[in-house]
T-cell receptor, first 115, second 113 residues
Framework: GAVVSQHPSRVICKSGTSVKIECRSLDFQATTMFWYRQFPKQSLMLMATSNEGSKATYEQGVEKDKFLINHASLTLSTLTVTSAHPEDSSFYIC???????????FGSGTRLTVV | QKEVEQDPGPLSVPEGAIVSLNCTYSNSAFQYFMWYRQYSRKGPELLMYTYSSGNKEDGRFTAQVDKSSKYISLFIRDSQPSDSATYLCAMSASSNSGYALNFGKGTSLLVTP
């Protein structure tokens, strides 16, 4: 089945620093990847849609300059949280749909804690 | 009104019980319906995928879609403690891989031994 590998699984960083999260589709090509954010006991909130070779599409209220998304290849998308602050602490998850597959496969998520 | 509504629970049942989880939605364009299971601090994993109305069964899990009522359900038979997790319904209007999913809030399920 389709597998999406997400790293790191957990990261703690100091306020003001930047953190990069990677998502790789291991056995399929992901033209589109989605980045979500999830607060405790809340649903997944779509942040942006990442398209290979083009600029990401951000949801309303998501700061483009803060959450930089790069999708340089069909198997890799990255989310960089720039100048992180404690309020950016959250669970970030990526997902993608394989060509001809059913449903969307999610990465294992990244727990970001900004101190 | 949110497009997808789901009771967050928590729902607590004894082992062996039949569990019923439900979602309602408002967008009649939704045609693809999914149920995901999410363990704490993990990414969601796909349990069931259905297209349009009808039933689909996979082992102890049965998914039902009633498009006329805009209502979907997931039934878990012979529930086990290992089924304890958050269950998220998700739906989409298109099978195009470029379409994001619309999620419910998730229902927290606890199956007690």
């Amino acid at each position: 089945g389709a597998v999406v590998s997400q790293h790191p699984s957990r990261v703690i960083c100091k306020s003001g620093t930047s953190v990069k999260i990677e998502c790789r589709s291991l056995d399929f090509q992901a033209t589109t990847m989605f980045w979500y954010r999830q607060f405790p006991k809340q649903s997944l909130m779509l942040m942006a849609t990442s398209n290979e070779g083009s600029k990401a599409t951000y949801e309303q209220g998501v700061e483009k300059d803060k959450f930089l998304i790069n999708h340089a290849s069909l198997t890799l998308s990255t989310l960089t949280v720039t100048s992180a602050h404690p309020e950016d602490s959250s669970f970030y998850i990526c997902s993608a749909r394989g060509q001809g597959g059913y449903g969307y496969t999610f990465g294992s998520g990244t727990r970001l804690t900004v101190v | 009104q949110k497009e997808v509504e789901q009771d967050p629970g928590p729902l607590s049942v004894p082992e062996g019980a039949i569990v019923s989880l439900n979602c309602t939605y408002s967008n009649s364009a939704f045609q693809y319906f999914m149920w995901y299971r999410q363990y704490s601090r993990k990414g969601p994993e796909l349990l069931m995928y259905t297209y349009s109305s009808g039933n689909k069964e996979d082992g102890r899990f049965t998914a039902q879609v009633d498009k006329s009522s805009k209502y979907i359900s997931l039934f878990i038979r012979d529930s086990q403690p290992s089924d304890s997790a958050t269950y998220l319904c998700a739906m989409s209007a298109s099978s195009n891989s470029g379409y994001a999913l619309n999620f419910g809030k998730g229902t927290s399920l606890l199956v007690t031994p």
